[in-house]
C-alpha cells in the first residue's frame, strides 16, 4: 500500500497545503489539497474522496477536481457525514458558488456521487475497508 501525504497544514503557502492523502492513487483521503499536490492524471486517477468533516480545508478541491473529471468525462464518488454532505451539496456546490457536480442531467450522470457513511459502519470503498470512528473536532467528524 503506498500512501502519500499531499498536505497537513491549516494553512496553504507555496511551501506548505492544506489535508490530504492519497492512497494508492485512487482513493483520498480529504480534498484539501487533491488539485494543488497532484498532476491532472493524478487528479483523474481518484475513484473516491473520504472526508472526515464539514470544514473548509478539508473539503476545498472537491469542486475543482469535480471540473477536472467533467472536463475530461469522468467521476468520482464521495464518502462523508451526512452533516458533511449536507454543507458540501448546500454551499459548495450548490449551482452558486461553483458547478452542481452533485446533479445529473439529460446527457450524463453526476460527476461527483455523494455517499454517507455512519460511525462504525465497515464498508468496502474501492476494495478497501473503511471504519468511520467518530472523532472530537467541533464539528461532527471521522477518522
Known sequence: ???????????????????????????????????????????????????????????????LLGMNHFLNHSSFSVYCLAETGDVISKYLMDGNLYSEFLKKDEKRNAVIKLNTVDPYLQMQIEGYSVTPVPVSHGVPSVG
Open 1 to 63: 500500500m503506498k500512501i502519500r501525504f499531499l498536505g497537513a497544514h491549516n494553512t496553504e503557502t507555496r511551501d506548505t497545503r492544506l489535508s490530504g492523502l492519497l492512497v494508492n492513487g485512487v482513493l483520498a483521503l480529504d480534498a484539501g489539497s487533491l488539485t494543488s499536490g497532484l498532476t491532472l492524471s493524478e487528479q483523474l486517477g481518484i475513484k473516491a474522496v473520504l472526508v472526515t468533516h464539514q470544514h473548509y480545508d478539508h473539503i476545498k478541491d472537491l469542486p
